[in-house]
C-alpha cells in the first residue's frame, strides 16, 4: 500500500498491476459517487417521462378508436333540423361569428390564457367547465354524440370529440353547424328560428344589439330568455356588446348605446310593461318551419 499526498490532501491507495483501489472515504470517492447519482436521477427522469409519453399516446390513440367517428356531423346537423322543424341557418352571418369568437376569447383569456393543441385538450380532461362556460365546439360535441350525458367519462369523450371536428372542419362550418341546432331559449332552436321568433326579421337582417342578444341566449338557454328574464338578458348583452368592442368590432361608445337599445323583440315591448305578465304577450313557441320566411325588416343598423 502506497501513501500519496496531492493538493494538500493524503489518501491512501493500493495498486495491484493495472488495479488500483481508492480509499472509500478519500474525496475523489465522494465526488464520483455523486456524479453516479446525478446521471442516476436524471436517467430514471427522462425514463420515466418517456415511459408517461408512451403511455399517454397509447391512451389517446386508443380514445380516438373508441369515440364515434365525427365525419357524419353535417348529416346529423340535417336530422336535427328535420326533427325541430328548423331552417338551415346557411353560413351563420358574419356578426354573429365574430360575437361567439368575442365571448370565447375574452372568457379563455380571463380564466388562463389562450390554450391551444394539447394544452387545450388537457385543459378540457382536468377542467369540468360551467354548461355556460362551454366553448362552441364543446356545446357541438355534447349535442351532436353525448345527448345529455355527463360524468368524467362523458367529459373525456367530449375532450376527444372536441379535437376531431377541429381536425375534421374547419371553423366557419362549425360555427355554421352550431348556429343550426342551438338552443335559443323560449324553444327556438337554430339561428334563423330565433331570429324569426324573437324580431320576425332573418339573422342577415339584425342589428348588432340584437345578434348580441341572441349570441347570449345561446350560450345561456335557460336563464337568458329575454321574454322570462329581460334584466339578465340585457346585462349579458351588454357583456357581448363589451367583448366586441374588445375585440375592435367597434368602438366601447358604440357598445354603450348599443346596449341602451330596448330589447325590441317580436309582439312585445319588454322594457316598457315590466309588471304586466310576459306569457300573455309572448308570441308563439313553436319555430318556423323550413322554408318559411319571416317578416324582413330594415337592414342591420
Not at 430514471?44 to 389517446?60: H, K, N
Not at 385543459?123 to 356545446?139: E, F, H, K
Not at 343550426?180 to 321568433?197: I, M, P, Q, R
Not at 317580436?266 to 304586466?276: E, F, V
Request: charge should be positive; proline fraction near 6%.
Amino acid at each position: 500500500m502506497d501513501e500519496v499526498a496531492g493538493s494538500g490532501e493524503r489518501h491512501n491507495e493500493l495498486r495491484l498491476g493495472n488495479l488500483e483501489w481508492t480509499n472509500p472515504a478519500s474525496a475523489e470517492r465522494i465526488e464520483r459517487r455523486q456524479r453516479h447519482r446525478i446521471f442516476r436521477g436524471a436517467r430514471r427522469i427522462v425514463g420515466g417521462a418517456m415511459a408517461f409519453a408512451i403511455l399517454g399516446a397509447i391512451v389517446f390513440g386508443a380514445l380516438l378508436l373508441v369515440t364515434p367517428s365525427v365525419g357524419n356531423a353535417s348529416s346529423l346537423i340535417v336530422e336535427l333540423e328535420r326533427a325541430h322543424h328548423s331552417a338551415s341557418a346557411g353560413q351563420a352571418p358574419a356578426r354573429f361569428t365574430a360575437a361567439l369568437n368575442a365571448i370565447q376569447h375574452r372568457g379563455r383569456s380571463a380564466r388562463s390564457g389562450s390554450m391551444s393543441g394539447a394544452v387545450d385538450f388537457v385543459g378540457q380532461l382536468l377542467r369540468s367547465p360551467a354548461p355556460q362556460d362551454l366553448t362552441v365546439d364543446q356545446r357541438l360535441a355534447s349535442m351532436l354524440y353525448l345527448h345529455g350525458r355527463s360524468g368524467w367519462i362523458a367529459q373525456v369523450e367530449r375532450a376527444v370529440l372536441v379535437l376531431k371536428l377541429r381536425w375534421k372542419y374547419p371553423e366557419p362550418q362549425l360555427t355554421r353547424m352550431f348556429a343550426a341546432v342551438a338552443s335559443f331559449g323560449h324553444g327556438y332552436t337554430g339561428l334563423v328560428a330565433a331570429s324569426c321568433g324573437y324580431f320576425g326579421q332573418p339573422p342577415g337582417h339584425l342589428a348588432w344589439d340584437q345578434i348580441a342578444l341572441l349570441t347570449a341566449a345561446a350560450m345561456s338557454p335557460g336563464t337568458d330568455d329575454p321574454y322570462e328574464h329581460p334584466a339578465r338578458a340585457k346585462r349579458d348583452r351588454a357583456a357581448v356588446l363589451s367583448a366586441l368592442a374588445a375585440a375592435g368590432s367597434f368602438h366601447q361608445i358604440q357598445a354603450t348605446r348599443f346596449a341602451a337599445e330596448p330589447l325590441h323583440l317580436r309582439g312585445q315591448l319588454a322594457t316598457s310593461r315590466p309588471s304586466a305578465p310576459a306569457r300573455k304577450h309572448h308570441p308563439a313557441r313553436s319555430a318556423p318551419r323550413s322554408g318559411q320566411a319571416c317578416t324582413t325588416g330594415s337592414p342591420a343598423r
